[in-house]
T-cell receptor
Framework: DAKTTQPNSMESNEEEPVHLPCNHS???????IHWYRQLPSQGPEYVIH???SNVNNRMASLAIAEDRKSSTLILHRATLRDAAVYYC??????????FGTGTRLTIIP | DSGVTQTPKHLITATGQRVTLRCSPR?????VYWYQQSLDQGLQFLIQ???????AKGNILERFSAQQFPDLHSELNLSSLELGDSALYFC????????????FGSGTRLTVV
């Protein structure tokens, strides 16, 4: 499985934007970039995914570098409910999702 | 409610015993995945089923087995339980062959005493 690298932890102030980085220098041409998050005591939750172009949905935006070797998950206005572990995962087709250690995001009131 | 239902939510059992965890996938999803999450191991993939057939295996112990039934629900059987099997067990489902997100259940917390 292609590997991703994320910071272990990040902090952000409430109601400010959050940029969560992910490096994936060995990404293959068919790999999609997926983001999931896991709130305390809950199962992982799909956030967003993309292939080459930037993507927006109601939860977040995904900015993908032109060479696809890195990406950034953007939470436009963090709330306390966004405190979670965020996982950046390379994924193709029906393969299993391989979770790394993710980034633990702390929101400061 | 994610649409993936896992039962029971909590399970406490003794070492050496056998338990069965159940997962009902989201309507229309044919693939089911099982994951184990313990404090020191993170989320570990165990096994995948598609429409009743095993498709991929991860770090699943021989004491563990799973199956997917014709109605697409899946069961994970854990036998000869050890203290180290205490963990959260998650089930996820997806539409096969697409690159859409997977939907996870809220998990079963297994405590072996």
């Amino acid at each position: 499985d292609a590997k991703t690298t994320q910071p272990n932890s990040m902090e952000s102030n409430e109601e400010e934007p959050v940029h969560l980085p992910c490096n994936h220098s060995t990404i293959s041409g068919t790999d999609y970039i997926h983001w999931y998050r896991q709130l305390p005591s809950q199962g992982p939750e799909y956030v967003i995914h993309g292939l080459t172009s930037n993507v927006n949905n109601r939860m977040a935006s995904l900015a993908i570098a032109e060479d696809r070797k890195s990406s950034t998950l953007i939470l436009h206005r963090a709330t306390l409910r966004d405190a979670a572990v965020y996982y950046c995962i390379l994924h193709f087709g029906n393969e299993k999702l391989t979770f790394g250690t993710g980034t633990r995001l702390t929101i400061i009131p | 409610d994610s649409g993936v239902t896992q039962t029971p939510k909590h399970l406490i059992t003794a070492t050496g015993q056998r338990v069965t965890l159940r997962c009902s996938p989201r309507s229309g999803d044919l693939s089911v995945y099982w994951y184990q999450q313990s404090l020191d191991q993170g989320l570990q993939f165990l096994i995948q089923y598609y429409n009743g057939e095993e498709r991929a295996k991860g770090n699943i112990l021989e004491r563990f087995s799973a199956q997917q039934f014709p109605d697409l629900h899946s069961e994970l059987n854990l036998s000869s339980l050890e203290l180290g099997d205490s963990a959260l067990y998650f089930c996820a489902s997806s539409v096969y062959g697409t690159n859409y997100g997977y939907t996870f259940g809220s998990g079963t917390r297994l405590t072996v005493v």
